[in-house]
Nanobody, 120 residues
Framework: QVQLVESGGGLVKAGGSLRLSCAAS????????MGWYRQPPGEQRELVAI???????NYSDSVKGRFTIVRDNAKGTLYLQMNSLKPEDTAVYYC??????????????WGRGTQVTVSS
């Protein structure tokens, strides 16, 4: 019922910037919290940043001060501005949305991910 599509990943040198986008489409009663997660090579998926429907944010310590999460509810789009990138930021980045469907069932949706590679 809801699809999430990430874009904006790529290869960048250390110290550079990228902006990721996550476009939500489909029919739902509401989209609640949204977030970015990442999975470095050979590691488990981890939280990067989350944002509530009213704009409250929370960041992992490893990205605090460098990354900014923003959502445009009118466009149904989530963004992640990533500055001062480091090689350890290399990962597949996933978008997640907590969605309440028309049936009032609440469930999580994930995008397929976008690769971010930071070279030293």
């Amino acid at each position: 019922q809801v699809q999430l599509v990430e874009s904006g990943g790529g290869l960048v040198k250390a110290g550079g910037s990228l902006r990721l986008s996550c476009a939500a489409s489909g029919i739902a009663f509401s989209i609640n919290d949204m977030g970015w997660y990442r999975q470095p090579p050979g590691e488990q998926r981890e939280l990067v940043a989350i944002i509530t429907s009213v704009g409250s944010t929370n960041y992992s310590d490893s990205v605090k001060g460098r990354f900014t999460i923003v959502r445009d509810n009118a466009k149904g789009t989530l963004y992640l501005q990533m500055n001062s990138l480091k090689p350890e930021d290399t990962a597949v980045y996933y978008c997640k949305a907590v969605v309440t469907l028309l049936s009032r069932v609440t469930t999580d949706y994930w995008g397929r991910g976008t690769q971010v590679t930071v070279s030293s």
